[in-house]
Protein backbone atom coordinates (compact mmCIF):
# COMPACT_ATOMS: atom_id res chain seq x y z
CA UNK A 1 0.00 0.00 0.00
CA UNK A 2 2.59 2.58 0.76
CA UNK A 3 4.88 1.82 -2.30
CA UNK A 4 2.03 2.32 -4.40
CA UNK A 5 1.01 6.02 -2.56
CA UNK A 6 4.84 6.35 -3.21
CA UNK A 7 4.87 5.65 -6.46
CA UNK A 8 1.63 8.03 -7.29
CA UNK A 9 2.85 10.53 -5.71
CA UNK A 10 6.44 10.81 -7.69
CA UNK A 11 3.99 10.60 -10.64
CA UNK A 12 1.41 13.02 -9.88
CA UNK A 13 4.75 15.58 -9.28
CA UNK A 14 5.68 15.03 -12.69
CA UNK A 15 1.99 15.22 -13.73
CA UNK A 16 2.16 16.47 -17.27
CA UNK A 17 4.45 13.95 -18.68
CA UNK A 18 2.99 11.03 -17.17
CA UNK A 19 -0.25 12.32 -18.09
CA UNK A 20 1.10 12.85 -21.83
CA UNK A 21 2.32 9.34 -22.10
CA UNK A 22 -0.84 8.14 -20.71
CA UNK A 23 -2.77 9.98 -23.82
CA UNK A 24 -0.63 8.72 -26.03
CA UNK A 25 -0.83 4.95 -25.53
CA UNK A 26 -4.89 5.19 -25.02
CA UNK A 27 -4.79 6.87 -28.80
CA UNK A 28 -2.10 4.35 -29.42
CA UNK A 29 -4.05 1.01 -28.21
CA UNK A 30 -7.39 2.11 -29.83
CA UNK A 31 -6.30 3.38 -32.94
CA UNK A 32 -8.03 0.45 -35.22
CA UNK A 33 -11.38 0.52 -33.53
CA UNK A 34 -14.42 1.56 -35.25
CA UNK A 35 -15.14 5.11 -33.36
CA UNK A 36 -11.20 5.81 -33.64
CA UNK A 37 -11.93 5.59 -37.70
CA UNK A 38 -14.75 7.60 -37.21
CA UNK A 39 -12.91 10.25 -36.37
CA UNK A 40 -9.78 10.50 -37.50
CA UNK A 41 -7.48 8.87 -34.77
CA UNK A 42 -6.52 5.86 -36.84
CA UNK A 43 -4.20 8.48 -38.36
CA UNK A 44 -0.48 9.11 -37.52
CA UNK A 45 -1.41 12.36 -36.60
CA UNK A 46 -3.99 11.00 -33.89
CA UNK A 47 -2.88 13.15 -31.54
CA UNK A 48 -3.20 16.78 -33.44
CA UNK A 49 -6.54 15.33 -34.38
CA UNK A 50 -6.90 14.30 -30.70
CA UNK A 51 -6.34 18.04 -30.02
CA UNK A 52 -9.49 19.55 -32.97
CA UNK A 53 -12.22 16.99 -31.32
CA UNK A 54 -14.85 18.32 -29.22
CA UNK A 55 -15.98 17.04 -26.18
CA UNK A 56 -18.64 14.18 -26.10
CA UNK A 57 -21.25 12.98 -24.09
CA UNK A 58 -22.80 9.37 -23.70
CA UNK A 59 -24.96 9.50 -26.71
CA UNK A 60 -22.25 9.68 -28.85
CA UNK A 61 -21.56 6.21 -27.43
CA UNK A 62 -24.74 4.46 -27.18
CA UNK A 63 -24.82 2.87 -30.45
CA UNK A 64 -21.16 1.21 -30.13
CA UNK A 65 -22.23 0.24 -26.38
CA UNK A 66 -25.68 -1.61 -27.79
CA UNK A 67 -23.52 -3.21 -29.83
CA UNK A 68 -20.83 -4.52 -27.37
CA UNK A 69 -23.57 -5.77 -25.49
CA UNK A 70 -24.63 -7.75 -28.27
CA UNK A 71 -21.01 -9.49 -28.35
CA UNK A 72 -19.75 -6.99 -31.21
CA UNK A 73 -15.68 -6.34 -30.01
CA UNK A 74 -13.38 -3.57 -30.95
CA UNK A 75 -15.81 -0.88 -31.72
CA UNK A 76 -14.41 1.50 -29.35
CA UNK A 77 -11.05 0.18 -27.34
CA UNK A 78 -8.35 -2.56 -28.67
CA UNK A 79 -8.40 -4.17 -25.29
CA UNK A 80 -10.70 -6.96 -24.31
CA UNK A 81 -14.26 -5.96 -22.96
CA UNK A 82 -14.45 -7.14 -19.10
CA UNK A 83 -17.95 -6.33 -17.94
CA UNK A 84 -20.53 -3.17 -17.99
CA UNK A 85 -20.84 -1.41 -15.26
CA UNK A 86 -24.28 -0.13 -14.64
CA UNK A 87 -24.94 3.27 -12.76
CA UNK A 88 -27.55 3.74 -9.87
CA UNK A 89 -29.83 6.25 -12.19
CA UNK A 90 -30.50 8.09 -9.16
CA UNK A 91 -28.79 11.39 -10.26
CA UNK A 92 -29.47 10.98 -14.25
CA UNK A 93 -30.17 8.30 -16.91
CA UNK A 94 -28.71 4.47 -15.78
CA UNK A 95 -26.12 3.69 -18.17
CA UNK A 96 -24.14 1.03 -19.10
CA UNK A 97 -20.15 1.94 -19.41
CA UNK A 98 -17.82 -0.75 -20.47
CA UNK A 99 -14.79 -1.77 -18.83
CA UNK A 100 -11.89 -3.31 -20.20
CA UNK A 101 -8.88 -5.19 -19.10
CA UNK A 102 -6.66 -2.64 -18.20
CA UNK A 103 -9.26 -0.22 -16.92
CA UNK A 104 -10.17 -3.15 -14.56
CA UNK A 105 -6.78 -3.67 -13.36
CA UNK A 106 -5.81 0.07 -12.25
CA UNK A 107 -9.74 0.51 -10.64
CA UNK A 108 -8.37 -2.76 -8.26
CA UNK A 109 -5.09 -1.06 -7.72
CA UNK A 110 -6.92 2.27 -6.96
CA UNK A 111 -8.18 0.82 -3.68
CA UNK A 112 -4.01 -0.15 -2.29
CA UNK A 113 -2.95 3.62 -3.44
CA UNK A 114 -5.93 4.97 -1.34
CA UNK A 115 -5.16 2.84 1.52
CA UNK A 116 -1.60 3.83 1.21
CA UNK A 117 -1.99 7.46 1.30
CA UNK A 118 -4.43 7.52 3.97
CA UNK A 119 -1.29 5.72 6.10
CA UNK A 120 0.52 7.94 4.80
CA UNK A 121 -1.14 10.84 6.19
CA UNK A 122 -1.87 9.22 9.78
CA UNK A 123 -5.63 8.04 9.05
CA UNK A 124 -5.07 4.80 9.53
CA UNK A 125 -3.19 3.09 11.70
CA UNK A 126 -0.58 -0.52 10.87
CA UNK A 127 -2.83 -3.32 9.38
CA UNK A 128 -4.00 -5.73 12.89
CA UNK A 129 -7.23 -6.81 11.85
CA UNK A 130 -9.86 -7.02 8.80
CA UNK A 131 -11.88 -4.08 7.66
CA UNK A 132 -15.55 -3.72 7.83
CA UNK A 133 -17.18 -2.96 3.82
CA UNK A 134 -20.40 -1.85 4.15
CA UNK A 135 -22.00 -2.31 0.28
CA UNK A 136 -23.67 -5.09 -1.39
CA UNK A 137 -23.35 -7.02 -4.20
CA UNK A 138 -25.49 -6.24 -6.98
CA UNK A 139 -26.01 -9.64 -9.18
CA UNK A 140 -27.37 -8.38 -12.83
CA UNK A 141 -27.77 -10.82 -15.84
CA UNK A 142 -25.36 -10.59 -18.71
CA UNK A 143 -25.98 -8.67 -21.65
CA UNK A 144 -27.76 -11.02 -24.58
CA UNK A 145 -24.36 -10.98 -26.08
CA UNK A 146 -22.71 -12.94 -23.11
CA UNK A 147 -21.17 -10.11 -21.38
CA UNK A 148 -20.96 -9.54 -17.67
CA UNK A 149 -22.55 -6.21 -15.89
CA UNK A 150 -22.70 -5.12 -12.65
CA UNK A 151 -22.10 -1.95 -10.39
CA UNK A 152 -18.05 -0.87 -9.36
CA UNK A 153 -19.05 -2.85 -6.12
CA UNK A 154 -20.21 -5.94 -7.82
CA UNK A 155 -17.13 -6.02 -9.91
CA UNK A 156 -14.41 -4.89 -6.92
CA UNK A 157 -16.12 -8.21 -5.07
CA UNK A 158 -15.47 -10.18 -7.70
CA UNK A 159 -11.59 -9.38 -8.12
CA UNK A 160 -11.43 -9.89 -4.52
CA UNK A 161 -13.43 -13.52 -3.94
CA UNK A 162 -9.49 -14.60 -3.37
CA UNK A 163 -8.64 -12.41 -0.63
CA UNK A 164 -12.05 -11.64 0.45
CA UNK A 165 -12.26 -13.72 3.67
CA UNK A 166 -8.95 -12.63 4.42
CA UNK A 167 -9.38 -8.77 4.74
CA UNK A 168 -13.19 -8.92 5.08
CA UNK A 169 -15.27 -9.12 8.55
CA UNK A 170 -18.44 -10.41 6.15
CA UNK A 171 -18.63 -13.90 4.37
CA UNK A 172 -19.52 -13.35 0.85
CA UNK A 173 -22.84 -14.51 1.60
CA UNK A 174 -23.59 -10.78 3.23
CA UNK A 175 -22.56 -8.83 0.76
CA UNK A 176 -24.73 -10.98 -1.58
CA UNK A 177 -28.07 -9.96 0.55
CA UNK A 178 -30.40 -7.66 -1.75
CA UNK A 179 -32.45 -6.85 1.68
CA UNK A 180 -30.94 -3.37 2.57
CA UNK A 181 -31.58 -3.54 6.17
CA UNK A 182 -30.84 -7.46 7.01
CA UNK A 183 -27.36 -7.01 4.98
CA UNK A 184 -26.86 -4.29 7.47
CA UNK A 185 -27.50 -6.26 10.45
CA UNK A 186 -25.10 -8.56 9.38
CA UNK A 187 -22.65 -6.92 8.40
CA UNK A 188 -22.82 -5.37 12.21
CA UNK A 189 -22.84 -8.95 13.52
CA UNK A 190 -19.78 -10.14 11.86
CA UNK A 191 -17.87 -6.34 12.24
CA UNK A 192 -18.66 -6.69 16.24
CA UNK A 193 -16.61 -10.01 16.42
CA UNK A 194 -13.51 -8.55 14.95
CA UNK A 195 -11.86 -6.65 18.20
CA UNK A 196 -8.77 -5.44 15.76
CA UNK A 197 -10.99 -3.95 12.98
CA UNK A 198 -8.48 -1.50 10.98
CA UNK A 199 -11.34 0.61 9.27
CA UNK A 200 -15.26 0.99 8.04
CA UNK A 201 -15.56 1.60 4.39
CA UNK A 202 -18.52 2.08 2.33
CA UNK A 203 -18.34 4.15 -1.69
CA UNK A 204 -20.96 6.32 -0.03
CA UNK A 205 -21.25 7.87 3.46
CA UNK A 206 -24.83 7.75 3.99
CA UNK A 207 -24.30 3.54 3.61
CA UNK A 208 -22.36 3.98 7.39
CA UNK A 209 -24.70 6.32 8.55
CA UNK A 210 -27.68 3.99 8.10
CA UNK A 211 -25.53 0.99 9.68
CA UNK A 212 -24.39 3.16 12.62
CA UNK A 213 -28.10 3.94 13.12
CA UNK A 214 -29.29 0.63 13.33
CA UNK A 215 -26.17 -0.20 15.15
CA UNK A 216 -27.21 1.85 18.14
CA UNK A 217 -31.10 1.10 17.47
CA UNK A 218 -30.94 -2.69 17.53
CA UNK A 219 -27.73 -3.06 20.03
CA UNK A 220 -28.92 -5.76 21.92
CA UNK A 221 -30.00 -7.78 19.57
CA UNK A 222 -26.87 -7.77 17.92
CA UNK A 223 -25.09 -8.16 21.65
CA UNK A 224 -27.43 -11.29 22.13
CA UNK A 225 -26.58 -12.66 18.55
CA UNK A 226 -22.75 -11.91 19.20
CA UNK A 227 -22.62 -13.80 22.76
CA UNK A 228 -24.98 -17.31 21.63
CA UNK A 229 -22.86 -17.16 17.82
CA UNK A 230 -26.48 -16.97 16.28
CA UNK A 231 -28.41 -15.10 13.55
CA UNK A 232 -31.58 -13.28 14.74
CA UNK A 233 -34.67 -15.16 13.84
CA UNK A 234 -36.33 -12.59 12.05
CA UNK A 235 -33.76 -11.84 9.54
CA UNK A 236 -35.40 -12.84 6.22
CA UNK A 237 -32.63 -15.64 5.22
CA UNK A 238 -32.94 -18.68 3.04
CA UNK A 239 -32.58 -21.62 5.15
CA UNK A 240 -29.36 -22.57 3.61
CA UNK A 241 -27.37 -18.69 3.59
CA UNK A 242 -28.59 -19.12 7.07
CA UNK A 243 -26.46 -22.55 8.07
CA UNK A 244 -23.70 -20.72 6.17
CA UNK A 245 -23.64 -17.96 7.98
CA UNK A 246 -24.30 -19.43 11.08
CA UNK A 247 -21.36 -21.88 10.26
CA UNK A 248 -19.35 -19.22 10.51
CA UNK A 249 -20.12 -17.46 13.95
CA UNK A 250 -18.66 -18.63 17.16
CA UNK A 251 -20.58 -17.69 20.85
CA UNK A 252 -18.44 -14.42 22.19
CA UNK A 253 -20.05 -13.99 25.40
CA UNK A 254 -16.99 -11.91 26.60
CA UNK A 255 -16.75 -9.52 23.52
CA UNK A 256 -20.63 -9.12 24.39
CA UNK A 257 -20.30 -8.51 28.01
CA UNK A 258 -17.84 -5.96 27.50
CA UNK A 259 -19.85 -4.57 24.64
CA UNK A 260 -22.72 -4.89 26.96
CA UNK A 261 -20.76 -2.43 29.43
CA UNK A 262 -19.72 0.39 26.72
CA UNK A 263 -23.48 0.57 26.32
CA UNK A 264 -24.95 0.75 29.43
CA UNK A 265 -22.83 3.30 30.49
CA UNK A 266 -23.73 5.17 26.93
CA UNK A 267 -20.03 5.18 25.42
CA UNK A 268 -21.40 2.91 22.73
CA UNK A 269 -19.29 4.49 20.03
CA UNK A 270 -16.94 3.06 17.19
CA UNK A 271 -13.96 4.74 18.71
CA UNK A 272 -14.77 2.46 22.03
CA UNK A 273 -16.10 -0.28 19.97
CA UNK A 274 -13.11 -0.73 17.94
CA UNK A 275 -9.76 1.12 19.80
CA UNK A 276 -7.67 -0.11 16.78
CA UNK A 277 -9.55 1.82 13.82
CA UNK A 278 -8.21 4.71 11.69
CA UNK A 279 -10.79 6.25 10.25
CA UNK A 280 -14.01 5.65 8.44
CA UNK A 281 -13.25 5.46 4.45
CA UNK A 282 -16.01 7.14 2.47
CA UNK A 283 -16.15 10.17 0.52
CA UNK A 284 -17.61 13.37 2.16
CA UNK A 285 -17.42 15.77 -0.34
CA UNK A 286 -20.13 17.90 -2.00
CA UNK A 287 -23.50 16.85 -0.86
CA UNK A 288 -22.12 14.06 1.05
CA UNK A 289 -20.58 16.18 3.70
CA UNK A 290 -24.49 16.08 4.96
CA UNK A 291 -24.26 12.51 5.46
CA UNK A 292 -21.07 12.84 7.08
CA UNK A 293 -21.61 15.50 9.49
CA UNK A 294 -24.99 13.21 10.10
CA UNK A 295 -22.43 10.51 10.86
CA UNK A 296 -19.59 11.94 13.22
CA UNK A 297 -21.89 11.65 16.72
CA UNK A 298 -21.57 7.76 16.31
CA UNK A 299 -17.95 8.14 15.70
CA UNK A 300 -16.44 8.62 19.39
CA UNK A 301 -13.66 11.01 17.42
CA UNK A 302 -12.94 8.66 14.41
CA UNK A 303 -12.20 10.78 11.41
CA UNK A 304 -13.85 10.09 8.09
CA UNK A 305 -10.85 10.37 5.61
CA UNK A 306 -12.14 10.67 2.05
CA UNK A 307 -9.95 7.72 0.03
CA UNK A 308 -11.11 8.04 -3.61
CA UNK A 309 -13.54 10.44 -6.50
CA UNK A 310 -14.35 7.57 -8.22
CA UNK A 311 -16.81 7.14 -11.41
CA UNK A 312 -18.04 3.98 -13.52
CA UNK A 313 -16.01 5.64 -16.42
CA UNK A 314 -12.70 5.87 -14.06
CA UNK A 315 -10.44 6.99 -11.61
CA UNK A 316 -10.84 10.60 -10.89
CA UNK A 317 -8.59 11.72 -7.46
CA UNK A 318 -7.41 9.90 -4.63
CA UNK A 319 -7.71 11.91 -1.05
CA UNK A 320 -4.85 12.62 0.88
CA UNK A 321 -5.78 15.29 3.08
CA UNK A 322 -6.59 14.24 6.59
CA UNK A 323 -8.44 17.84 7.23
CA UNK A 324 -10.36 18.61 3.74
CA UNK A 325 -11.91 16.10 0.98
CA UNK A 326 -9.40 17.26 -1.15
CA UNK A 327 -7.89 15.10 -4.33
CA UNK A 328 -5.23 14.99 -6.89
CA UNK A 329 -5.77 13.92 -10.09
CA UNK A 330 -4.12 11.01 -11.45
CA UNK A 331 -1.98 11.19 -14.64
CA UNK A 332 -2.50 7.55 -15.65
CA UNK A 333 -4.15 5.11 -16.95
CA UNK A 334 -7.22 7.89 -17.09
CA UNK A 335 -6.29 11.29 -19.00
CA UNK A 336 -7.98 13.84 -17.63
CA UNK A 337 -8.87 17.58 -18.82
CA UNK A 338 -10.55 20.39 -17.53
CA UNK A 339 -13.51 22.28 -19.21
CA UNK A 340 -14.36 25.68 -17.90
CA UNK A 341 -17.65 26.26 -16.61
CA UNK A 342 -18.22 29.50 -17.97
CA UNK A 343 -17.34 27.52 -21.65
CA UNK A 344 -19.65 24.41 -20.62
CA UNK A 345 -22.34 25.35 -23.15
CA UNK A 346 -20.15 26.75 -25.65
CA UNK A 347 -20.12 24.16 -28.39
CA UNK A 348 -16.33 25.19 -29.80
CA UNK A 349 -15.23 25.03 -26.51
CA UNK A 350 -12.06 22.51 -25.73
CA UNK A 351 -10.92 21.44 -22.61
CA UNK A 352 -7.16 22.30 -21.43
CA UNK A 353 -4.95 19.90 -20.36
CA UNK A 354 -5.41 19.34 -16.06
CA UNK A 355 -1.38 20.99 -15.71
CA UNK A 356 -2.27 24.13 -17.19
CA UNK A 357 -5.74 25.17 -15.21
CA UNK A 358 -6.25 28.08 -12.81
CA UNK A 359 -6.31 27.76 -9.35
CA UNK A 360 -9.70 29.00 -7.98
CA UNK A 361 -12.08 28.15 -11.36
CA UNK A 362 -14.23 25.84 -11.71
CA UNK A 363 -14.29 23.25 -14.13
CA UNK A 364 -16.25 19.97 -15.43
CA UNK A 365 -13.96 16.92 -16.00
CA UNK A 366 -13.18 15.67 -19.27
CA UNK A 367 -11.36 12.03 -19.46
CA UNK A 368 -10.12 9.64 -22.23
CA UNK A 369 -10.17 6.13 -21.37
CA UNK A 370 -8.88 2.84 -21.81
CA UNK A 371 -12.50 1.90 -22.59
CA UNK A 372 -12.50 4.16 -25.53
CA UNK A 373 -13.84 7.04 -23.91
CA UNK A 374 -12.37 10.35 -26.20
CA UNK A 375 -12.75 13.76 -24.37
CA UNK A 376 -16.01 12.44 -22.41
CA UNK A 377 -18.13 15.01 -20.51
CA UNK A 378 -18.16 13.76 -16.58
CA UNK A 379 -20.98 16.31 -15.75
CA UNK A 380 -18.95 16.45 -12.45
CA UNK A 381 -18.20 20.13 -11.43
CA UNK A 382 -14.83 20.81 -9.24
CA UNK A 383 -12.62 23.49 -8.28
CA UNK A 384 -9.02 23.56 -8.76
CA UNK A 385 -7.41 24.67 -5.16
CA UNK A 386 -3.62 24.54 -5.56
CA UNK A 387 -1.19 22.32 -7.21
CA UNK A 388 1.16 19.26 -6.21
CA UNK A 389 4.23 19.59 -8.05
CA UNK A 390 2.15 19.79 -11.75
CA UNK A 391 -0.94 18.19 -10.09
CA UNK A 392 -4.14 19.43 -9.87
CA UNK A 393 -5.67 19.24 -5.89
CA UNK A 394 -9.04 19.75 -6.65
CA UNK A 395 -12.17 19.54 -4.57
CA UNK A 396 -15.74 17.96 -5.93
CA UNK A 397 -18.45 20.44 -6.14
CA UNK A 398 -21.52 18.79 -7.71
CA UNK A 399 -22.84 17.13 -10.46
CA UNK A 400 -23.86 19.71 -13.71
CA UNK A 401 -27.03 20.22 -14.07
CA UNK A 402 -28.52 19.96 -10.88
CA UNK A 403 -29.91 23.61 -10.94
CA UNK A 404 -33.59 24.79 -9.41
CA UNK A 405 -35.13 27.26 -11.92
CA UNK A 406 -37.97 29.40 -10.87
CA UNK A 407 -37.06 32.68 -11.83
CA UNK A 408 -33.66 32.19 -13.65
CA UNK A 409 -31.62 32.44 -10.43
CA UNK A 410 -30.07 28.96 -11.12
CA UNK A 411 -29.51 27.68 -7.48
CA UNK A 412 -26.98 24.79 -7.38
CA UNK A 413 -27.01 21.81 -6.07
CA UNK A 414 -23.80 23.49 -3.84
CA UNK A 415 -25.58 26.54 -2.67
CA UNK A 416 -28.86 24.02 -1.07
CA UNK A 417 -26.16 21.48 0.23
CA UNK A 418 -24.36 24.86 2.01
CA UNK A 419 -28.09 26.18 3.32
CA UNK A 420 -28.56 22.86 4.80
CA UNK A 421 -25.19 23.13 6.68
CA UNK A 422 -25.86 26.58 7.88
CA UNK A 423 -29.40 25.55 9.17
CA UNK A 424 -29.00 22.26 10.54
CA UNK A 425 -26.85 23.12 13.12
CA UNK A 426 -29.59 25.57 14.35
CA UNK A 427 -32.27 23.29 14.91
CA UNK A 428 -31.98 20.24 17.52
CA UNK A 429 -33.50 17.93 15.59
CA UNK A 430 -32.18 15.04 13.56
CA UNK A 431 -32.11 15.17 10.03
CA UNK A 432 -32.99 11.98 8.00
CA UNK A 433 -32.29 13.36 4.35
CA UNK A 434 -33.61 15.84 2.61
CA UNK A 435 -34.27 17.65 -1.22
CA UNK A 436 -35.00 20.85 -2.63
CA UNK A 437 -37.30 21.19 -5.59
CA UNK A 438 -38.97 23.93 -7.66
CA UNK A 439 -42.95 24.11 -7.34
CA UNK A 440 -44.30 26.19 -10.39
CA UNK A 441 -48.33 25.87 -9.46
CA UNK A 442 -48.35 28.77 -7.20
CA UNK A 443 -47.76 32.44 -8.14
CA UNK A 444 -44.98 33.26 -7.49
CA UNK A 445 -43.29 29.83 -7.82
CA UNK A 446 -41.58 28.87 -4.28
CA UNK A 447 -38.95 26.21 -3.43
CA UNK A 448 -40.09 23.02 -1.51
CA UNK A 449 -37.85 22.00 1.13
CA UNK A 450 -38.73 17.65 1.52
CA UNK A 451 -37.71 16.73 5.35
CA UNK A 452 -38.99 13.26 7.24
CA UNK A 453 -41.63 14.27 10.35
CA UNK A 454 -39.46 14.85 13.20
CA UNK A 455 -40.65 12.60 16.28
CA UNK A 456 -44.40 10.88 16.49
CA UNK A 457 -46.56 14.19 15.64
CA UNK A 458 -44.15 16.74 13.66
CA UNK A 459 -44.44 20.05 15.83
CA UNK A 460 -44.88 22.89 12.80
CA UNK A 461 -43.11 25.64 14.92
CA UNK A 462 -39.73 23.39 15.10
CA UNK A 463 -40.35 22.85 11.28
CA UNK A 464 -41.20 26.36 10.44
CA UNK A 465 -37.69 27.36 12.74
CA UNK A 466 -35.60 25.02 10.09
CA UNK A 467 -37.92 26.19 7.28
CA UNK A 468 -36.61 30.06 8.06
CA UNK A 469 -33.02 29.25 8.83
CA UNK A 470 -32.82 27.63 5.66
CA UNK A 471 -34.32 30.26 3.83
CA UNK A 472 -32.05 32.86 5.61
CA UNK A 473 -28.98 30.33 4.79
CA UNK A 474 -29.81 30.52 1.24
CA UNK A 475 -29.96 33.96 0.65
CA UNK A 476 -26.68 34.48 2.15
CA UNK A 477 -25.12 31.70 -0.04
CA UNK A 478 -27.28 31.78 -3.41
CA UNK A 479 -27.60 35.88 -4.11
CA UNK A 480 -29.53 35.37 -7.26
CA UNK A 481 -32.11 33.63 -4.82
CA UNK A 482 -32.01 36.80 -2.43
CA UNK A 483 -32.38 38.81 -4.97
CA UNK A 484 -35.54 36.77 -6.61
CA UNK A 485 -36.96 36.48 -3.40
CA UNK A 486 -36.92 40.52 -2.27
CA UNK A 487 -38.11 41.38 -5.81
CA UNK A 488 -40.99 39.01 -4.88
CA UNK A 489 -40.52 36.85 -8.42
CA UNK A 490 -39.62 33.95 -5.80
CA UNK A 491 -42.11 33.10 -2.76
CA UNK A 492 -41.17 31.93 0.38
CA UNK A 493 -39.76 28.36 0.57
CA UNK A 494 -42.28 25.46 2.01
CA UNK A 495 -41.61 22.22 3.51
CA UNK A 496 -42.72 19.26 2.65
CA UNK A 497 -43.58 16.76 5.47
CA UNK A 498 -42.86 12.94 4.58
CA UNK A 499 -43.76 9.91 6.61
CA UNK A 500 -40.81 8.54 9.14
CA UNK A 501 -39.03 5.81 6.64
CA UNK A 502 -39.73 7.47 3.43
CA UNK A 503 -36.20 8.14 2.40
CA UNK A 504 -35.47 4.14 3.38
CA UNK A 505 -38.53 3.11 1.48
CA UNK A 506 -37.24 5.01 -1.38
CA UNK A 507 -34.09 3.97 -1.82
CA UNK A 508 -35.62 0.16 -1.11
CA UNK A 509 -37.63 1.02 -4.16
CA UNK A 510 -34.61 1.89 -6.62
CA UNK A 511 -32.91 -1.28 -5.05
CA UNK A 512 -35.86 -3.13 -6.21
CA UNK A 513 -35.89 -1.71 -9.75
CA UNK A 514 -32.95 -2.39 -10.79
CA UNK A 515 -30.43 0.49 -9.33
CA UNK A 516 -26.98 -1.08 -7.58
CA UNK A 517 -28.31 -0.89 -3.48
CA UNK A 518 -24.73 0.67 -2.94
CA UNK A 519 -24.84 3.46 -4.96
CA UNK A 520 -28.37 4.62 -4.15
CA UNK A 521 -28.64 8.20 -3.04
CA UNK A 522 -30.94 10.81 -2.44
CA UNK A 523 -30.06 13.94 -4.98
CA UNK A 524 -30.52 17.18 -3.07
CA UNK A 525 -31.37 19.54 -5.56
CA UNK A 526 -33.79 18.22 -7.99
CA UNK A 527 -34.89 20.52 -11.57
CA UNK A 528 -38.15 18.31 -11.85
CA UNK A 529 -41.48 19.58 -9.73
CA UNK A 530 -43.15 16.42 -10.61
CA UNK A 531 -40.37 14.33 -8.95
CA UNK A 532 -42.67 14.18 -5.42
CA UNK A 533 -45.63 13.14 -7.25
CA UNK A 534 -43.39 9.77 -9.06
CA UNK A 535 -41.63 9.17 -5.91
CA UNK A 536 -43.17 9.93 -2.75
CA UNK A 537 -46.99 10.23 -3.92
CA UNK A 538 -47.84 8.19 -0.82
CA UNK A 539 -45.35 9.73 1.48
CA UNK A 540 -46.58 13.48 2.25
CA UNK A 541 -48.25 13.87 6.04
CA UNK A 542 -48.59 17.71 5.06
CA UNK A 543 -47.20 21.12 3.79
CA UNK A 544 -46.15 24.42 5.38
CA UNK A 545 -45.33 27.61 4.13
CA UNK A 546 -42.43 29.66 5.84
CA UNK A 547 -45.41 32.28 7.30
CA UNK A 548 -46.32 28.88 9.34
CA UNK A 549 -49.78 28.28 8.09
CA UNK A 550 -50.56 24.51 6.62
CA UNK A 551 -51.26 24.60 2.73
CA UNK A 552 -53.07 21.85 0.60
CA UNK A 553 -49.84 19.30 -0.61
CA UNK A 554 -50.91 19.12 -3.73
Not at 60 to 68: F, H, K, N, S, V
Not at 103 to 122: D, E, I, K, P, V
Not at 201 to 209: D, G
Request: proline residues 7%; contains cysteine; glycine residues 6%.
Amino acid sequence: MRRSADRFLTEAAHFEAVSERSLQRILSLNRRTEFARSCGLDSRARRQVFESLPATEYVDYAPYIQRLAAGERHLMSGEPLVYFSNTSGTTGPSKMIPVTRGQNRTSMMAGFTAMGLALRAGMLKPMRGRFMTIMIDHQQPPTPGGVQTGSATTNAFRQLAPIQEMIMTSPADVQRISELVVARYLHLLFGLAEQRLWTITSFFPAMVLFAMRDLQARAEELLRDLADGTINRELALSPEVRRRLESRLRPAPERARKLSALLERGEFTVGNIWPDIGAIMTATGGAFRFYADQLRPYLGGVPIFSPLYSASEGMLGFGFSADHPHYLLPPRPTYIELLPVVEANDRSARPVAASRATPGESYEVVITTLSGFVRYRMHDIVKVLDFYGQCPIIEFVEREGQVINVSSEKTAEHHIVEAIDIASHLVDEPLVDYFVLPDLDPTPGVYILAIEEWGSGCDHRKVLAFLRAVDTALCKVAPFYEEERELGTIGPMQALLLKPGAFARYRERLAAAGAPPSQVKTPHAIPDPGFVRQHFADEVLARVAVEGEEVPAH
